[in-house]
């Protein structure tokens, strides 16, 4: 995901114990919090924006959207309280939402989220969707997630498509425990994770190869502002030009793809034309790119064919890549 799209994209989902505060950021002082949930509301709105209002409330309280307006004179127990006003200091401190709830939605799955992963995005549901059209319903497939992170990818996909073997890898066995641990608890068993730097200890071929990797460029300066700065340097940038990892992936796939097998990437909005050339230095074919909800150029991707089978098929132009319209 781009960094703007992943500074701008309000977060929503971890205790957050043991993160850092981010120095000379003011903080919320709670000792004007007052003590009924109407004028919680209105004090947390004039700490935060009103979409994390919303959500610190609610969840600090456990109580229904809009209740604070239908019984705003609940008078808050002493701990929703007190977990509120922590909640919104640390928000004032820039701390993601998702880090401090422990979760966040992810196509119409709640996952849970810690400091050791990547936080999921809506425009990276764009990827599950093009690899789910790419799975008929109820056929057999192999499919892998490379930096599967929390999984959330690997996991969307393996519910799906219930007869799909999923293998999800991640070079961080932090990220991993995070990943298993949301398998089971949305009754992902058809999804196994291993710990690998990208095909390092990956065996067999693939059906579909998938990945979100870091591609955000090593001095962009969004990777010092907004949620980014708490969240795994790792999962956000390759450092150089921020292509790294992409080449690794796609120059790799060849050999783990099955003859007509497809591999699917997640990219800045702005490395379109340099994921096509990827793509056609590593022999792929039927080039295809998939828009993101925001209509930005997010997915590349395309079939692999053995060089005999080529003989006979029409080529693109040496960049050519068809974009579909969002999933």
Same mark, same amino acid.
């Given at each position: 995901m781009s960094a703007s799209e992943l500074s701008a994209t309000?977060?929503?989902a971890d205790s957050g114990a043991g993160l850092g505060r981010v120095p000379g950021a003011a903080a919320a002082d709670g000792a004007d919090c007052p003590a009924t949930l109407g004028e919680a %509301?209105?004090?947390?709105?004039?700490?935060? !924006?009103?979409? !994390?209002?919303?959500?610190? @409330?609610?969840e600090a309280c456990k109580c229904a959207d809009g209740r604070w307006v239908s019984h705003g004179e609940t008078v808050l127990e002493a701990g929703q309280r007190a977990r509120l006003v922590d909640w919104v200091a640390r928000r004032?401190?820039?701390?993601? *939402? $998702?880090?401090?709830?422990? %979760?966040?939605?992810?196509? +119409?799955?709640?996952?849970?989220?810690?400091?050791?992963?990547?936080?999921?995005?809506?425009?990276?549901?764009?990827?599950?969707?093009? #690899?789910?059209?790419?799975?008929?319903?109820?056929?057999a497939a192999? *499919?892998? !997630?490379? /930096?599967?992170g929390s999984g959330c990818v690997a996991i969307s996909i393996a519910l799906a498509r219930p007869r799909a073997e999923v293998v999800g890898v991640d070079a961080s066995s932090?990220?991993?425990?995070? #990943?298993?641990?949301?398998?089971? #608890?949305l009754g992902a068993s058809n999804v196994r994770f291993v710990v690998s730097d990208w095909y390092a200890a990956v065996e067999g071929r693939?059906?579909?190869?998938?990945?979100?990797?870091?591609?955000? $460029?090593?001095?962009?300066?969004?990777?010092?502002? +907004?949620? @980014?700065?708490?969240?795994? +340097?790792g999962a956000l940038s390759p450092g150089g030009d921020g292509l790294d990892a992409l080449r690794a992936i796609i120059a790799g796939a060849p050999e783990?793809? *099955?003859? /007509?097998? %497809? @591999? @699917?990437?997640?990219?800045?909005?702005?490395? /379109?034309? #340099?994921?096509? +050339?990827?793509?056609?230095?590593?022999?792929?074919? !039927?080039?295809v790119g998939y828009r993101d909800l925001g209509g930005n150029h997010r997915v590349s991707g395309g079939k692999y064919f053995t060089s005999g089978s080529l003989a006979n098929r029409p080529r693109l132009f040496p960049h050519d890549i068809r974009i579909a319209r969002a999933l």
């Open positions: 309000p977060a929503a %509301w209105r004090w947390a709105r004039r700490k935060v !924006d009103t979409v !994390d209002a919303r959500v610190l @409330l609610r004032v401190a820039g701390e993601p *939402v $998702a880090y401090l709830l422990g %979760w966040r939605e992810f196509h +119409g799955h709640r996952f849970a989220v810690t400091p050791d992963v990547l936080i999921p995005r809506p425009d990276t549901e764009t990827l599950v969707d093009a #690899a789910l059209a790419l799975l008929p319903d109820g056929k192999r *499919v892998l !997630d490379l /930096g599967t932090a990220a991993l425990r995070v #990943a298993q641990s949301n398998a089971e #608890a693939f059906d579909l190869i998938v990945s979100n990797p870091p591609y955000i $460029a090593a001095a962009d300066p969004h990777l010092g502002e +907004g949620d @980014l700065r708490f969240e795994p +340097g783990r793809l *099955v003859p /007509g097998g %497809w @591999l @699917l990437v997640e990219h800045g909005w702005d490395q /379109g034309a #340099a994921v096509a +050339g990827l793509l056609v230095e590593a022999g792929f074919e !039927d080039r």
